[in-house]
């Protein structure tokens, strides 16, 4: 099976870059850019409470985050870290208790109707299951053209109907595809639906939230390399949010350690997972299972 390349070339599908990019944690002269440019996205000092009448829960204290444009940073963290709560406010779902999150240096408002309407095009989820995120009632191209309309992205149908074939291609699925249901697929396969109607509409940002934990170990590597190679391709900036350290390793150049609603550690991806200053960043390492 062959796939066009967002350049429009066919190749093979899941065929390796000839580009010469770097592997994550080698780019260091990109890293050095980064760290002198203004952040695409972030959050200053936030912090999220929940509650009322005396009784608060914090899931977030003081959470200093910046993702600069066409880096890849991974948040990793154990189940009541807060990264749901994180991730709620990196979309621009949910607003701070104190703090703020802002998007190309603006203050991101849910009541500036003009920022987040561009904020909702160049952001964009691949979320953990497909089979719950994918409408089964809605064929692929209404599920892959979804953002585009309801964005009001394209001049008219038959555009619309030709960047669905366009980033079908791009995940590896036939334009025949179009025509069938989420069910007659694979777990695989579904999450490349997912991921095809996220780029639809031409995002600067990618955000997974634990976007191949529910999938076979086989395809979660399959899903992971399609991940790597649409970035580097497309300029993607990526953000993942997950559990699995060894998977951050992987897909990510920056990590960022949650532990209780706080930064425990964060730094380039092989410092932070070769010479952890913090132990419980030492804890999670040792708890990847390892072969042998």
Same mark, same amino acid.
Request: hydrophobic residues 40%; charged residues 25%; proline residues 5%.
């Given at each position: 099976?062959? +796939?066009?390349?967002?350049?429009?070339?066919?190749? &093979?599908?899941?065929? *390796?870059?000839?580009?010469?990019?770097?592997?994550?944690?080698? =780019?260091?002269?990109?890293?050095?850019?980064?760290?002198?440019?203004?952040?695409?996205?972030?959050?200053?000092?936030?912090? #999220?409470?929940?509650?009322?009448?005396?009784?608060?829960?914090?899931?977030?204290?003081?959470?200093?985050?910046?993702?600069?444009? /066409?880096?890849?940073?991974?948040?990793?963290?154990?189940?009541?870290?807060?990264?749901?709560?994180? $991730?709620?406010? $990196?979309?621009?779902?949910?607003?701070?208790?104190? @703090?703020? %999150?802002?998007?190309?240096?603006?203050?991101?408002?849910?009541?500036?109707?003009?920022? $987040?309407?561009?904020?909702?095009?160049?952001?964009?989820?691949?979320? =953990?299951?497909?089979?719950?995120?994918?409408?089964?009632?809605?064929?692929? &191209?209404?599920?892959?053209?979804?953002?585009?309309?309801?964005?009001?992205?394209?001049?008219? =149908?038959?555009?619309?109907? &030709? #960047?669905?074939?366009?980033?079908?291609?791009?995940?590896?699925?036939?334009?025949?595809?179009?025509?069938?249901?989420?069910?007659?697929?694979?777990?695989? =396969?579904?999450?490349?639906?997912?991921? &095809?109607?996220?780029?639809?509409?031409?995002?600067?940002?990618?955000? /997974?939230?634990?976007? %191949?934990?529910?999938?076979?170990?086989?395809?979660?590597?399959?899903?992971?390399?399609?991940?790597?190679?649409? #970035?580097? +391709?497309?300029?993607?900036?990526?953000?993942?949010?997950?559990?699995?350290?060894?998977?951050?390793?992987?897909?990510?150049?920056?990590?960022?350690?949650?532990? @209780?609603? #706080?930064?425990?550690?964060?730094?380039?991806?092989?410092?932070?997972?070769?010479? *952890?200053?913090?132990?419980?960043?030492?804890?999670?390492?040792?708890?990847?299972?390892?072969?042998?």
């Amino acid at each position: 099976m062959t +796939e066009k390349t967002p350049g429009g070339v066919d190749r &093979a599908a899941g065929a *390796p870059l000839t580009t010469g990019a770097a592997a994550p944690g080698d =780019q260091r002269a990109s890293s050095d850019v980064a760290a002198t440019s203004a952040p695409l996205l972030a959050l200053h000092g936030v912090s #999220r409470e929940f509650g009322g009448r005396g009784r608060t829960t914090t899931a977030l204290d003081g959470v200093d985050i910046a993702v600069h444009e /066409g880096r890849s940073v991974g948040i990793v963290g154990e189940s009541g870290a807060g990264k749901s709560t994180l $991730l709620r406010l $990196l979309l621009g779902l949910d607003t701070p208790t104190s @703090g703020q %999150v802002s998007y190309r240096g603006q203050t991101l408002d849910r009541r500036d109707r003009a920022l $987040l309407k561009r904020f909702r095009r160049e952001v964009q989820v691949v979320l =953990q299951d497909p089979r719950s995120s994918l409408d089964p009632r809605m064929t692929v &191209a209404q599920i892959v053209a979804e953002p585009l309309q309801s964005l009001r992205i394209g001049a008219d =149908q038959r555009e619309r109907s &030709a #960047r669905v074939d366009e980033v079908l291609g791009w995940v590896g699925l036939d334009a025949d595809a179009r025509r069938k249901y989420p069910a007659q697929f694979s777990g695989g =396969q579904r999450q490349r639906i997912a991921i &095809a109607r996220a780029l639809a509409p031409s995002p600067k940002v990618l955000v /997974g939230d634990e976007p %191949v934990s529910a999938l076979d170990v086989s395809v979660r590597q399959q899903i992971m390399e399609l991940l790597a190679r649409l #970035r580097t +391709e497309l300029g993607l900036t990526l953000v993942l949010v997950s559990h699995d350290v060894a998977i951050v390793g992987q897909l990510c150049e920056e990590t960022v350690v949650l532990r @209780g609603g #706080r930064v425990e550690e964060a730094g380039q991806t092989r410092q932070v997972l070769t010479r *952890p200053t913090s132990p419980y960043t030492r804890a999670l390492l040792d708890a990847v299972p390892t072969l042998g």
